[in-house]
């Protein structure tokens, strides 16, 4: 299996091996300025994803497997973080 973000050459050409942690932050930061947003990282955009996945309903159960987290101490943040968020937001008129 190969790896899922390979490394670039200078001239574009693309690596066999993957890329490293920095080499994934600093992209991620280029991109991020790119499109207006300074200083956004990879934890950013994994933040995102799993808050984003728990205001949406996902069990704790399939977010702590999706984000390979071993416990699920960390992914229940998330869940936290969504039912704060939605405190005092009404759908219905009582």
Do not use: F
């Amino acid at each position: 299996m190969g790896s899922l973000l390979r490394a670039s050459r200078k001239d574009g050409r693309l690596h066999d091996i993957g890329m490293t942690v920095r080499a994934i932050t600093a992209r991620v930061r280029t991109l991020g300025k790119s499109i207006g947003v300074e200083g956004l990282s990879a934890h950013d955009c994994r933040h995102h994803w799993a808050t984003q996945a728990a205001k949406n309903g996902t069990p704790i159960d399939r977010l702590q497997d999706a984000g390979a987290w071993a416990l699920p101490a960390m992914p229940l943040r998330y869940v936290e973080t969504a039912k704060v968020a939605n405190e005092r937001v009404r759908l219905e008129s009582h």
